[in-house]
Nanobody
Framework: VQLVESGGGLVQAGGSLRLSCAAS????????MGWYRQAPGKQRELVAT???????NYADSVKGRFTISRDNAKNTVLMQMNSLKAEDTAVYYC????????????????WGRGTQVTVSS
């Protein structure tokens, strides 16, 4: 299973970006998909997650500004980021949790390689 993120870049404070993550492989189902971020010198932190049924969870710092969504049929997760702030600058990682693959009887978690988001103030 591979997760490939796209959509990062450089934006001015107050601007918007849309991140996309596509999971590929012999995937039967994915329990949760989400976005995490890691700023220089800091630990990786949860930004937003979404379960297969559509329920979402957001970090307090992004509530009202970020919106996560997913397409179960395409194994993709999107995150619309609005009103970006300098403190949103980080590498953003996609995570797929509880991935059920063809021919396997257990579930695994996978991470993408990350995409850089830089917000200039």
């Amino acid at each position: 299973v591979q997760l490939v993120e796209s959509g990062g870049g450089l934006v001015q404070a107050g601007g918007s970006l849309r991140l996309s993550c596509a999971a590929s492989g012999s995937i039967l189902s994915i329990n949760n998909m989400g976005w995490y971020r890691q700023a220089p010198g800091k630990q990786r932190e949860l930004v937003a997650t979404i379960v297969s049924g559509g329920s979402t969870n957001y970090a307090d710092s992004v509530k009202g500004r970020f919106t996560i969504s997913r397409d179960n049929a395409k194994n993709t997760v999107l995150m619309q980021m609005n009103s970006l702030k300098a403190e949103d600058t980080a590498v953003y990682y996609c995570k797929a949790e509880g991935v059920r693959e063809s021919g396997k009887f257990y579930r695994l978690d996978y991470w993408g390689r990350g995409t850089q988001v830089t917000v200039s103030s």
